[in-house]
């Protein structure tokens, strides 16, 4: 059975803390993708890598950071969280053929 | 550059139909995807069409996609409570390494 984890379902952090959001996938993917999503906005791309070490910018990776040593595990980290970085982070994986992502259940990110 | 657009919100009753749609703008999308998301929780796959295709039905669901106006929709017979969620079309860009453009979600509401 196909599964993607993130490392925390909720979490609250302060103002300029780095936080460190972590996603595992146990399928053997190339690729992996971090979305941000909030309400009316849909999902956007925040960061992808198509290979280990490798990272391409999406479509809003201002204030983000990502980190991909090992193939089964992309990184997003906040290098000082603000608070319109409050949201709910989505982390996704597919393979070479990229016909369909899969999605980690999600992390909500509080910052105070 | 590319876009997708949906509706916000779609309220029925319980036994009816729902339709949900979806435009588009980029006409090399190979793969055009319907996701759904309870409370939550991340995104499930529904269902996906390939782009040389103008129908699939899988059980209670049925995908249209009409590639000359760049619309496709997602039709759900029998509507259920189970069935509130958001639903979410993308679509993928061939040769973009896996990579999807989402629309902002239609929130479907049944009523019992």
């Known amino acids: 059975d196909v599964k993607v984890t993130q490392s925390s379902r909720y979490l609250v952090k302060r103002t300029g803390e780095k936080v460190f959001l972590e996603c595992v996938q146990d399928?053997?993917?190339?690729?992996m993708f971090w979305y941000r999503q909030d309400p009316g906005l849909g999902l956007r791309l925040i960061y992808f890598?198509?290979?280990?070490?490798?990272?391409e910018k999406g479509d809003i990776p201002e204030g983000y950071s990502v980190s991909r040593e090992k193939k089964e595990r992309f990184s997003l980290i906040l290098e000082s969280a603000s608070t319109n970085q409050t949201s709910m982070y989505l982390c996704a994986s597919t393979g070479l053929a990229g016909e369909t992502q899969y999605f980690g259940p999600g992390t909500r990110l509080l910052v105070l | 550059g590319e876009d997708v657009e949906q509706s916000l919100f779609l309220s029925v009753r319980e036994g009816d139909s729902s339709v949900i749609n979806c435009t588009y703008t980029d006409s090399s999308s190979t793969y055009l995807y319907w996701y759904k998301q309870e409370p939550g929780a991340g995104l499930q796959l529904l269902t996906y069409?390939?782009?040389?295709?103008d129908m699939k039905q899988d059980q209670r669901l049925t995908v249209l996609l009409n590639k000359k106006d760049k619309h496709l929709s997602l039709r759900i017979a029998d509507t259920q409570t189970g069935d509130s969620a958001i639903y979410f079309c993308a679509e993928s860009i061939w040769g973009n390494t896996g990579k999807l453009i989402f629309g902002q979600g239609t929130t479907l509401q049944v009523k019992p």
């Open positions: 399928m053997d993917h190339e690729n």
């Open positions: 890598s198509y290979d280990v070490k490798m990272k």
């Open positions: 069409i390939f782009s040389n295709m």
